[in-house]
């Protein structure tokens, strides 16, 4: 049994830097050229790649991912930090749930909520056809080869699930995901992404 709410997902997979592919990498160089990395050494992409992510599953008009992030900067989604005005940024806080759910749902146009939820939870707005914004821990990257010392600090797509052989996974876009390790396009047991999961969640309508 599968439910999935995206026919193609690897077909609008946004990679990350580090990718060992070439699909993507236009957009990687369009980020690095808008925006110095030395001048902003600590940025956080993956929520900001998760609302592109969006954009393109749900066919809508897709904003670059420097005009995501200053906008999300603008909307109180990220605090950054440094010594003066005209130094370079030292440290960025967030994404920060509250401001972020509002943002995304300002930036989809739809009607978008955020929770705290269990696995089962998380299934059932699958079922419900809402796609999850959902927070885990970055090590997921890697889901085989580590046990995760926290459940946050990254942001995965979560846009389907199945039942295979009496073992459920769940199915998610990772926007930082190692194409070596398949888990850009993760498939994951779900006993295994709970030790991921934090239970902080955005569900976005697919309708």
Not at 42 to 69: D, N, S
Request: charged content about 25%; some cysteine; glycine content about 8%.
């Amino acid at each position: 049994m599968t439910k999935t709410l995206l026919d193609d997902p690897g077909a609008i997979w946004v990679p990350h830097l580090g990718a060992s592919e070439p699909a993507g990498l236009a957009e990687l160089e369009e980020w690095i050229l808008d925006v110095d990395s030395r001048r902003y050494p600590q940025r956080e992409w993956c929520a900001m790649v998760c609302i592109r992510v969006l954009q393109r599953g749900l066919g809508l008009t897709e904003t670059t991912l420097p005009r995501l992030y200053f906008a999300a900067v603008s909307a109180g989604v990220y605090v950054e930090s440094r010594e003066n005005e005209n130094s370079p940024v030292t440290s960025v806080k967030g994404a920060l749930h509250v401001e972020l759910t509002a943002f995304v749902g300002k930036t989809l146009e739809r009607k978008v909520e955020y929770h705290e939820l269990t696995l089962d939870g998380l299934t059932q707005h699958i079922d419900a056809g809402r796609l999850v914004v959902a927070n885990v821990s970055g090590t997921i990257r890697t889901p085989d080869l580590h046990k995760p010392e926290k459940r946050n600090g990254h942001f995965v797509v979560v846009y389907g699930y199945e039942v295979t052989d009496g073992v459920a996974y769940i199915l998610y876009l990772d926007s930082t995901g190692l194409v070596k390790h398949g888990t850009h396009l993760g498939r994951t047991p779900a006993s295994r992404f709970e030790c991921f999961f934090s239970g902080r969640a955005i569900s976005v309508p697919v309708d």
